[in-house]
C-alpha cells in the first residue's frame, strides 16, 4: 500500500513567528520597558531568514488573569485562525503567573500545531521532555505573583494604619487632586444637585434623567445613570470623610474580594474640604437606610422614572406593598390601579384577598386625609398608606412602620 504525505498548510510556507510582550503593573521599576522587548522580538524574527514576521502582541496589566489582557487574547486567536505558528516569550512569568492559565493555554496551543518558546527557561513546548519543567516552573512563577501582591497590600495596610492613601486615577466627580488631597472643582455643582433632588423626594432615575435633560453630566462627559446617583449619594467622600480599605483585599488570582483575608478599614473624619454640609448628609444617609427598609419589605425601585406613591403604600392585610397597573373596565378602557403585589403573584396561600383601588380613588382619599392635593412635590412628606377593605390609613410625616 502507498501513503501520501500531504504536509499540512502550516508546512507549506515559512514558519509564522509572532512575540508576546508583558509589562507587570505591580512593579515600579522594570528592567526593560515594553518598548524595549518590542523591539528586541521584531529584529530577532526579522533576522531569521526561515521565520516570516508575524506581529507583537503586548500588555501593560498584571499577568494573573489571561481574560483581562487583550493582546494576549489577539494572540490566542490569531494563532488558533492559524495565523501565527510559533510564539515567542521572554519567560513563563510573563506569558502567564496563574498556573491553571498557563497550561491550559500551552495546551490549547500545541494541541493546534503553534508551540511556545520561553526564553529565559530555554523551555519549547514542542519538546516532549519539557513537560514536567514547564509545571514546575509555571507555579513557581504563580508565587512570585502571590509575594509581590502580598508584599503590595502590606504596603498599602501600613500606610492606611498612617492615615494615607493614593487617590490613584482620581475618578471622584466634583473633586480634582491637588498636593495628595482631594479639593472641590467646577463639577461640585453637579453633586449639590444630586442632593438637593433627593431630599425634594426624586428618585435616582429621575434624578439622572433631569441631570441629562439639563445638559449636566458626569466625569469625561458621561451620562450619570440612576446606579451612580445611589453612588454618590451615599459616597462619605462628599461630606469630607474617607474610608481607607472599604472592601476585603482581591484575591491575587481572581481578583475578587476575598472576605477570608482579615482586614481594616479606617474612617479619616474631615480628611478634605465637604461639598455637602453634615446635616444634609445625614438626612440623606437616613432615606437611603429607609430605601433598604423598604427594599427588604419587598419593594423594589426601578432605574427609570416611578410614581411618586410607588413605596408609599402597602396592603393592610398581608404588609405587601401594592404595585401600580393597568387595568382594563367592562366597558374596555384601561386605567391605573394599584394591587398587592402577593395577590398579584399569589404567594400568601392561594393569594391575598385585598382589594384592587383605582389611582383616582387612591390620590383622592390622600388628599382628603391630608388636606392638600398629593403630587410628586409633596410626596415626599407622606410616610405611608395602608389599603384596607373598607378604606384606608394615612401616616404622614417622617416615621417609618415596618410592613
Known amino acids: 500500500m502507498k501513503f501520501t504525505h500531504i504536509p499540512r498548510a502550516r508546512d507549506?510556507?515559512?514558519?509564522?513567528?509572532?512575540?508576546?510582550?508583558?509589562?507587570?503593573?505591580?512593579?515600579?521599576?522594570q528592567e526593560d520597558s515594553l518598548e524595549t522587548q518590542m523591539s528586541y522580538y521584531g529584529n530577532l524574527i526579522e533576522a531569521?531568514?526561515?521565520?516570516?514576521?508575524?506581529?507583537?502582541?503586548?500588555?501593560?496589566?498584571?499577568?494573573?488573569?489571561?481574560?483581562?489582557?487583550?493582546?494576549?487574547?489577539?494572540?490566542?486567536?490569531?494563532?488558533?485562525?492559524?495565523?501565527?505558528?510559533?510564539?515567542?516569550?521572554?519567560?513563563?512569568?510573563?506569558?502567564?503567573?496563574?498556573?491553571?492559565?498557563?497550561?491550559?493555554?500551552?495546551?490549547?496551543?500545541h494541541g493546534n500545531g503553534v508551540d511556545v518558546h520561553f526564553e529565559k527557561e530555554n523551555l519549547d513546548t514542542g519538546d516532549p521532555s519539557c513537560s514536567m519543567m514547564f509545571s514546575f516552573l509555571s507555579a513557581i512563577a504563580q508565587d512570585e505573583s502571590r509575594s509581590i501582591s502580598e508584599n503590595v497590600k502590606w504596603g498599602y495596610r501600613e500606610r492606611f494604619k498612617r492615615g494615607e492613601y493614593n487617590l490613584g486615577n482620581n475618578r471622584v466627580l466634583g473633586y480634582d487632586s491637588q498636593d495628595g488631597k482631594l479639593v472641590p472643582n467646577q463639577d461640585a455643582k453637579v453633586v449639590e444637585i444630586i442632593y438637593a433632588l433627593y431630599l425634594e423626594g426624586k428618585e435616582p432615575g429621575t434624578i439622572a434623567a433631569t441631570l441629562t435633560e439639563i445638559g449636566l453630566t458626569g466625569k469625561n462627559g458621561k451620562q450619570i445613570t440612576a446606579p451612580g446617583i445611589l453612588y454618590i449619594l451615599g459616597n462619605e467622600i462628599y461630606v469630607g470623610d474617607m474610608v481607607l480599605q472599604k472592601r476585603a483585599p482581591k484575591n491575587f488570582l481572581t481578583k475578587q474580594p476575598d472576605t477570608r483575608i482579615p482586614f481594616e478599614s479606617k474612617y479619616l473624619k474631615d480628611d478634605h474640604k465637604a461639598i455637602i454640609c453634615r446635616t444634609e448628609w445625614n438626612a440623606v444617609q437616613d432615606k437611603l437606610r429607609a430605601r433598604r427598609e423598604d427594599f427588604e419589605n419587598g419593594v423594589k425601585y426601578h432605574g427609570g422614572r416611578t410614581h411618586f406613591l410607588y413605596g408609599k403604600v402597602f396592603c393592610g392585610c398581608c404588609g405587601s406593598p401594592m404595585t401600580r397597573r393597568t387595568m382594563?373596565?367592562?366597558?374596555?378602557?384601561?386605567?391605573?390601579?394599584?394591587?398587592?403585589?402577593?395577590?398579584?403573584?399569589?404567594?400568601?396561600?392561594?393569594?391575598?384577598?385585598?382589594?384592587?383601588?383605582?389611582?383616582?380613588?387612591?390620590?383622592?382619599?390622600?388628599?382628603?386625609?391630608?388636606?392638600t392635593t398629593i403630587n410628586e412635590d409633596n410626596a415626599a412628606k407622606l410616610d405611608r398608606v395602608?389599603?384596607?377593605?373598607?378604606?384606608m390609613e394615612v401616616h404622614p410625616g417622617r416615621a417609618r412602620v415596618s410592613a
Open 48 to 109: 531569521n531568514e526561515d521565520w516570516e514576521f508575524a506581529g507583537i502582541y503586548s500588555d501593560e496589566k498584571s499577568g494573573t488573569k489571561a481574560e483581562n489582557r487583550p493582546g494576549f487574547q489577539k494572540l490566542i486567536r490569531d494563532a488558533l485562525s492559524g495565523k501565527v505558528d510559533y510564539i515567542l516569550v521572554k519567560s513563563i512569568s510573563r506569558f502567564s503567573r496563574n498556573i491553571v492559565d498557563c497550561q491550559r493555554y500551552a495546551r490549547m496551543l
Open 386 to 391: 395602608d389599603i384596607l377593605m373598607d378604606g
Open 328 to 371: 382594563t373596565g367592562y366597558d374596555g378602557v384601561k386605567y391605573k390601579a394599584w394591587e398587592c403585589r402577593d395577590r398579584h403573584l399569589g404567594r400568601k396561600g392561594n393569594g391575598c384577598r385585598m382589594r384592587t383601588i383605582r389611582e383616582t380613588e387612591l390620590l383622592e382619599q390622600v388628599a382628603e386625609e391630608l388636606g
Open 12 to 29: 507549506q510556507h515559512k514558519k509564522r513567528v509572532a512575540a508576546y510582550c508583558r509589562v507587570s503593573t505591580l512593579l515600579e521599576e
